[in-house]
């Protein structure tokens, strides 16, 4: 799927680093999730680059979960994430842990103290802000940044040992409380937590803090180029600073603007929250942006990956529209889907020319779009299902489908006229009454009649019965998160549309969860993994009608 582009400015730096013979040639990079929820399409973005840059370099990628903070993090997050990476379409070259660096980080904050660079502080959270100062103020010292290497030693080797209660004492390290970066006014590296943590239970009580674990765990895996969001640009002298002093592996960051998409949330927190609260029926909700919502709804990892790329790689912020996302999963579900005909809002089509108790089976193309997608038999009577909305009982012009003394074309089938219909006790059409022409059969029409309109159809003796669920946008502002008051607010309820009871082919009574199909007219759909052998669900992943295109050219 790659398109001539130009470089984007990450590609550039790494252009410049390997004419310039940096780190012998290599590239490495990595995606560090923290495992404390499931992945998003922000977080597909990091992925396609990450991975993207090693593969396009011809060098490594390591999968890295940066589970530093034991309280809210989980195994169920770790195998979700490493699902996610997969189905995107990559691996791992490395898969590390930051809790496999524990001892060796922690090595490294006692390097740091008897450097002199590191102090433990008695002071509390409160008092450690009041001495921080602000952008205007400079900070003033800590009453004990100036204990001996002796007894800093002494004391977090204590706080090690379990000797002091969580925020009883911090260690930070010693830099300057004047700094204009508030950062590095004597950032607090390790802090006690009396916690079990996932993978190394109640070996430690103190763990670090992401600004003393991230640069380190890069640095001990030796990545050349770590990519991170914008938000951490002012930690990068921090980063620098921790590498300088410990005299170890010069890894360096670089930052690029996070990926916002409108009529969404995006921080694990909010989503976590959706999930909790019962906004939505899991993390892998179809409305979701995860990556598992995105899966179960249908979308693929080609779309998303054509997705990354056609965004690029920005220095500054901003908000892509869901529309081009959308436009890239319809594009390549066009090309892959299998095409099949379902009925969702169904009336009786009854062919008064058509012996009664006869079918014949008629051949359907699978996919236009694909040479090799092959061929399926459908079975054809005199009474067929099709859409409510095919048929009017006074039509205005150009209405190219059914109503008295209309003719269309059914697909893959005979065109017909119709002749009349009934309707029930409160007016509405029940059933509509159709003859048929032999000789106009697709593939061999000799009839010579000229239709407009080709509608879907289902033989009610062969079709299914589904339930289809219908997705809209989970809110109703474009910015949610930026709104007045709280983002659950602008929550939209009418989010989800089920239909209970809609026909299908028969064949798509026996498809896979990886299968993609388009339903004629309608739109594309996935099978939904609550189906069971006696209820079959599908999701609709994206609908036919291209608004972004559209958009594009009024543009
Ligand atoms: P969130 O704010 O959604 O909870 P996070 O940044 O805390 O996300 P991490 O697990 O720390 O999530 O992120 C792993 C990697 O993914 C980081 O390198 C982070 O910069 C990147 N990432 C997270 N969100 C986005 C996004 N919206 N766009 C691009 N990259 C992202
Ligand atoms: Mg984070």
Redesign the pocket.
Known sequence: MSEERSLNFIEEIIEKDLANGAHKGRVHTR???????Y?????A???C?NFGLAKKYKGKCNLRF?DTNPVTEDTEYVDSIMNDVRWLGFEWDELHYTSDYFQQLHDFAVKLIEKGLAYVDDSTAEEIAALKGNIDKPGSNSPYRDRSVEENLELFAAMRDGKYADGEKVLRAKIDMGHPNLLLRDPIIYRIKHAHHHRTGDTWCIYPMYDFAHGQSDSIEEITHS???LE?IHHRPLYDWCIEKLEIFPSHQYE?????LNYTV????K?LQLVNEKHVSGWDDPRMPTISGMRRRGYTPESIRKFAETIGVAKRENLIDIGLLEFCVREHLNKVALRRMAVLDPIKLIITNYPEGQTELLNAENNPEDENGGHREISFSNTLWIEREDFMENPPAKYFRLGKGLKVRLKHAFIVECEDYKTDENGKVTEVYCKYFPESRSGSDTSGIKVKGTMHWLDVNTAKEAEIRLYDRLFKVENPAAEEGDFKDYINTDSLTIIPKAYIEPALAETAETDRFQFLRIGYFALDKDSTADKIVFNKTVGLKDSWAKEQKKG
């Open positions: 995606f560090p999730p923290e495992p404390n929820g992945l998003h399409i922000g977080h973005k990091s992925i680059l940066d990519i991170c969001t951490f690029f603007a996070r990926l916002n995006m921080s694990k927190r989503l």
